[in-house]
């Protein structure tokens, strides 16, 4: 073997070198620590390497002294070496030993942590999985009790709804025979009623005829008016209020006469109708009856009665034909038909109607009255709101053309200051060869005349809308005009052509029965 110097040779190399106990003539000597040959000495004689030679137990570190020249070859013993016939002045080198692997090393704690058998879990392994054991043993016996005790809680419970049930039923029937029994005294009221007042039909045939005569004056008066306001114009030719309380009297006036005529028409036919619902009523009553004897006996059961048996899949049987809404609207339709058909007969009929047609028409025709009062004061305002808009408009004219005229004035008044940064820029841009710097005056120069256009532009925009605005103000003021004559126009038919027929009620037959009833 030779002895080589590790300073002179690359890291990769010094790796390479063949490990063993070496012992050297030149000085040097060498021990194995570990898996590794480390000098004695942690640094080499030559200035450099001392981060190459780091004592530590993975890396090879070989020390040599500094190469010197031989008289036999005229070189220097670091060029010897590679011959192989050299063998260096009073080196020795032994042969390579293997160190045994049991009892040749110094085993120290890091090449033993590095050298032992790696074991396939860790001691937090085994605790952690330790701890996964009794958390599923927890959970598992929590679920246990929870099962438990939701049975228990289910038996309860159901236990408590059966009880319940049957005694919700029990109160629901109790209220199903209240209601039967409170539609029974109802058709038992209404029978006797139609019955009393089925002999006075003959008396209405009189009153009815006058009734109906004496209506078309109002009718009239309420036509005219209709037909006076179709004479306005533009926009107030609107569906106001007026004009529908005139419609409304109308209809109202009109439905009267109607239902008159057909209560004096019908009269010859009443009694057979009186006497139809009489007869539907006395079957709703029998239906009732037998329904009510039912569900008494139906109540009375309990868990202890006889008659009780099981009936597999009565439930599922939906017999039924009527919900408690359409049965409870079946009686009192029943009920109503017979109210109606007796309406006219029963408890003074005719005064009744009468009174009923009198208020109606009154109500209509006063109703009509306050809604054109209303209509034209609401004219009245609107024409001097009209009036005040009109002169608040020409004062908005006016101050509008000295804003057009002041804004001019400011884009006149920009044009000198535009044409002074512009010139400026201009004679700058005369300036030769490196004197044409784009320094903080020229920055500021162009963002000057940026600044001017951008005002310009705004003013500009501005004039356009002010000029804009001042058309429609125009525009305006002209709609205004035009408006405050339909407004007058309005407030002439309102207030002389439909009032003036109003101020009587034509009819005084329907002041008397008002006051008699």
């Known amino acids: ?57 993975w890396r090879h570190c070989l020390v040599s002294k500094p190469p010197q020249t031989s008289a036999y070859t005229g070189m220097s013993k670091e060029y010897c070496m590679y011959d192989s016939g050299y063998a260096g002045d009073g080196c020795i080198t032994e042969p390579l030993k293997f160190p045994n692997l049991v009892t040749g090393f110094n085993v120290n704690a890091a090449h033993a942590s590095r050298t032992a058998l790696y074991t396939r879990y860790s001691p937090a392994d085994w605790q952690a999985n330790n701890q996964q054991l009794y958390m599923g043993s927890d959970c598992t016996r929590n679920t246990s009790e929870l099962v438990r005790a939701e049975a228990l809680r289910l038996v309860r419970e159901t236990d408590d709804r059966a009880s319940r049930g049957q005694t919700d039923s029990g109160k629901k029937l ?58 306005r114009q533009g926009v107030d030719l609107v569906h106001d209020a007026a004009e529908q309380a005139l419609l409304c009297e109308i209809e109202t006036l009109r439905n009267w006469q109607q239902k008159l005529c057909q209560q004096l028409d019908g009269i010859n036919t009443q009694l057979a109708r009186m006497r139809a619902s009489r007869h539907e009523l006395e079957r709703d009553l029998m239906r009732k009856e037998e329904s009510y004897t039912i569900d008494t006996s139906a109540a009375q059961l309990n868990n202890n009665s006889r008659d009780i048996a099981f009936h597999s899949g009565i439930e599922k049987v939906d017999p039924t034909v009527s919900i408690p809404e359409t049965w409870a609207g079946f009686t009192q339709a029943l009920i109503k038909r017979s109210k109606g058909e ?58 509008m053309e ?84 339909i407004k007058s126009n309005s407030l002439f038919v309102d207030r002389e052509k439909c009032l003036g027929l109003r101020k009587s009620f034509p009819i005084t037959t329907f002041v008397t029965q008002r006051q008699t009833c």
């Open 1 to 57: 073997m030779y002895c080589i110097n590790a300073c002179n040779l690359p890291y990769s190399d010094v790796n390479k070198i063949d490990q063993g106990p070496r012992t050297s003539t030149c000085g040097w000597t060498t021990e194995c620590r570990g898996e590794g040959w480390i000098s004695k000495t942690d640094r080499c004689s030559r200035p450099g390497t001392t981060s190459l030679l780091r004592t530590l137990p």
């Open 402 to 485: 000295k804003h057009m005229d002041l804004i001019r004035k400011a884009i006149e008044d920009k044009a000198p200051a535009l044409k002074v940064a512009q010139t400026r820029l201009e004679k700058r841009t005369h300036r030769s060869d490196i004197e044409l710097c784009r320094d903080d005056a020229h920055f500021r120069i162009v963002q000057e005349v940026q600044e001017i256009n951008e005002t310009l532009e705004q003013l500009q925009r501005k004039l356009t809308e002010v000029e804009a605005s001042h058309q429609q103000l125009l525009k305006t003021k002209g709609c205004l005009e035009h408006d405050l004559k």
């Open 342 to 399: 007796r309406t006219s007969q029963v408890h003074c009929l005719i005064d009744n109607l009468l009174t009923q047609a009198a208020n109606e028409a009154w109500a209509a025709w006063n109703n009509s009255n306050n809604a054109l009062s209303l209509r034209v004061a609401e004219l009245l305002d609107a024409k001097n709101k009209i009036l005040c808009h009109l002169s608040k408009m020409q004062q908005e004219i006016y101050d």
């Open 174 to 231: 109790g209220e199903r025979l209240n209601d039967i029994n409170y539609w029974k005294q109802e058709i038992m009221l209404e029978l006797d009623l139609n019955v009393h007042e089925s002999h006075k039909l003959l008396e209405t045939r009189q009153a009815l005829e006058r009734m109906i005569k004496e209506m078309d004056g109002p009718l009239h008066i309420a036509q005219e008016n209709l037909y006076a306001r179709e004479s």
